[in-house]
């Protein structure tokens, strides 16, 4: 049986109420035993009390200040303590527990994984974020404490689950699978005038807003090449990426003597996070199981990189490493999250981006002095600013 002391950061989002579905299903199947430390969530005060109602944590974090008197009112009588704000949400992270899920979206999770990072415990990582803004500080940090990170990403967590760890050097190439999204075959024209509900409709995956953009733009597979060369040690050009738009192979690793592993399973984000939870065993739960005669035939293509340029925009930022890979992720959140509320078209998501990267480099944007986590969010602030002047200038320009 799996026991664990578990606390999940972000617990309304997508993946961590999948965490929660996955710890209800294994205690009702009798394979699993979960105390619950703390949960934290966004404005969706409701889901966070019922969240908290089932689960009886010590301590229950809304992001939202204002929403913190909802919280108490909704708790009150359960004698679960409550607290709100960024604050909050880090000191949440630092609670004694053998298995935290950091699964809160965006920039905004990078400073409760950091603190996560240094509490001993098994950090299951769902924020790209923190990978890609500071990952090799990231990852000694866990070490460091004698804890372990386990990727959530499913082509992330393929990858863990076949890379020969104790022997990197068998290995050649990572192949990231990307599902090509929903102008996996639509033409540069056609993506010009694409709107949000378009491009948030993936063919695959059901996922937040923001990802389902970077999905459409491969801005996605971007982050994960970045993602993957700190996690697995590998330089850019040993990783590539292969479209496949069934999603059954998740990633793969070629080892040196030319045997390829593949991981494949239906695409449910479940299956990489009770990898994660219940690592180094597995853990039982009504997984959606392959019916490979019934899927008849898998199928590959390259990435189109004149059509999706924020894949070359991410090697770039690889090669160059320091801060750009954090000034890419940050023109990347606010160039989405403008196209989502119609500011911006698609086709400008990599031009902001792109033109973000080359503005940063000739201010010579660095990392500055202090921990690796408050340097990432520095750079980041300011990349944010230099995006959204951009971004007006484009407003301005139409």
């Known amino acids: 049986m799996i026991r664990r002391r578990v606390t999940v950061l972000g617990s309304t989002g997508s993946v961590g109420s999948s965490t929660l579905d996955l710890m209800d299903k294994a205690e009702a199947?009798?394979?699993?035993?979960?105390?619950?430390?703390?949960?934290?969530?966004?404005?969706?005060?409701?889901?966070?009390?019922?969240?908290?109602?089932?689960?009886?944590?010590?301590?229950?974090?809304?992001?939202?200040?204002?929403?913190?008197?909802?919280?108490?009112?909704?708790?009150?009588?359960?004698?679960?303590?409550?607290?709100?704000?960024?604050?909050?949400?880090v000191e949440a992270a630092t609670r004694p527990s053998d298995w935290i899920m950091a699964s809160i979206v965006g920039a905004a999770g990078l400073k409760s994984a950091w603190a996560a990072a240094d509490t001993g415990a098994i950090l299951a990582l769902a924020n790209k974020e923190s990978l890609v803004c500071c990952g090799p500080a990231l990852i000694e940090r866990v070490g460091r404490a004698g804890g372990k990170l386990i990727p959530v990403d499913s082509e992330h967590s393929a990858i863990f689950q076949v890379f020969p760890a104790e022997a990197p050097e068998r290995v050649s190439k990572l192949v990231l699978t990307a599902s090509g999204g929903p102008f996996r075959q639509v033409s540069r024209e056609r993506m010009a005038s694409a709107?949000?509900?378009?491009?948030?409709?993936?063919?695959?995956?059901?996922?937040?807003?923001?990802?389902?953009?970077?999905s459409a733009t491969m801005a996605n597979k971007?982050?994960?090449?970045?993602?993957?060369?700190?996690?697995?040690?590998?330089?850019?050009?040993?990783?590539?990426?292969?479209?496949?738009?069934?999603?059954?192979?998740?990633?793969?690793?070629?080892?040196?003597?030319?045997?390829?592993?593949?991981?494949?399973?239906?695409p449910d984000m479940r299956t990489p996070i009770a990898c994660a939870l219940a690592w180094p065993e597995r853990i039982a739960w009504p997984a959606p199981r392959l019916d490979l005669p019934a899927l008849g035939r898998l199928t590959f293509e390259a990435p189109d990189?004149?059509?999706?340029?924020?894949?070359?925009?991410?090697r770039q930022v690889l090669k160059s490493g320091g801060a750009a890979p954090a000034v890419f992720n940050a023109a990347n959140e606010v160039a989405a999250f403008a196209f989502l509320d119609r500011k911006l078209a698609f086709l400008n998501i990599a031009a902001v981006v792109a033109e973000t990267l080359e503005r940063a480099t000739k201010a010579g944007m660095?990392?500055?002095?202090g921990d690796a986590c408050g340097a990432a969010l520095s750079v980041d602030a300011e990349a944010r600013q230099m995006a959204r002047s951009i971004i007006a200038g484009l407003a301005n320009a139409a």
Not at 30 to 38: K, L
Not at 195 to 214: C, F, L, R, Y
Not at 305 to 314: C, G, I, Q, S
Not at 366 to 369: A, E, I, R
Request: glycine letters at 10%; charged letters at 20%.
């Open 195 to 214: 709107t949000p509900e378009q491009a948030v409709a993936h063919p695959n995956w059901s996922m937040g807003a923001k990802i389902s953009v970077d």
């Open 366 to 369: 660095v990392f500055g002095s």
């Open 305 to 314: 990189v004149e059509r999706f340029p924020a894949l070359d925009l991410a």
């Open 222 to 266: 971007g982050l994960e090449m970045i993602e993957a060369a700190y996690l697995f040690g590998m330089p850019e050009d040993r990783i590539d990426v292969v479209v496949h738009p069934e999603s059954i192979i998740h990633s793969l690793v070629e080892y040196v003597d030319g045997s390829t592993l593949a991981q494949m399973g239906a």
């Open 29 to 89: 199947s009798g394979t699993g035993a979960f105390e619950v430390e703390a949960l934290t969530g966004g404005a969706n005060i409701a889901r966070l009390a019922e969240q908290a109602k089932r689960w009886k944590p010590k301590l229950a974090v809304t992001a939202d200040p204002v929403r913190l008197h909802d919280l108490r009112d909704a708790l009150a009588g359960t004698g679960i303590e409550t607290a709100a704000g960024e604050g909050a949400i």
